[in-house]
């Protein structure tokens, strides 16, 4: 009789982690075709769903920022940006948008110090980069002018 309710408990425990495991994977899944179809709100709500039953997913946030982007909802972008990068330092996408937001806010010594880290990651993107790196040219002062 023991074995049997071990059993049980052992089926129930199994299924019950299945059954989270695969809501998470749909959580995200889900607010991303929402993302897609620009239903931000509702893709909102999923996303933060998706962090609560996975806090460290970086692309969970990643995805918050774009929406409260198109929401210009500059501290909340920010906000998860940075959340982003805290679990996952290279990840180059959350890295770019903090540069655009450092460039909006005209804090150059911000822009070069992350143009810098993002060098280090860079894979696919490297072309905004020497993009952003030529404007911050155009508007650093020269060190020979007195």
């Known amino acids: ?30 607010a991303l075709e929402l993302f897609k179809k620009e239903k931000y709100d509702d893709a909102r709500f999923l996303f933060e769903r998706n ?3 996975n806090p460290k997913d970086a692309i969970s946030y990643l995805y918050l920022a774009k929406i409260y982007n198109q ?13 982003a990068l805290l679990i996952e330092p290279d990840n180059e996408e959350a890295l770019l948008m903090l540069i655009k937001i450092a460039l909006k806010k005209s804090n150059y010594i911000k822009v070069k110090d992350l143009s810098d880290s993002f060098v280090k990651v860079c894979k696919n993107l490297c072309d905004e980069n020497k993009d952003i790196q030529e404007s911050l040219k155009n508007i650093e ?3 020979n002018e007195s």
């Open 1 to 30: 009789m023991i074995k049997f309710l071990k059993l049980i408990g052992l089926i129930l425990f199994v299924t019950s982690f299945n059954s989270t495991s695969f809501s998470k994977e749909n959580f995200f899944n889900e």
């Open 51 to 53: 962090i609560v039953f």
């Open 71 to 83: 929401e210009d909802n500059q501290r909340k972008e920010e906000y998860n940006l940075e959340s």
């Open 141 to 143: 002062p020269d060190n």
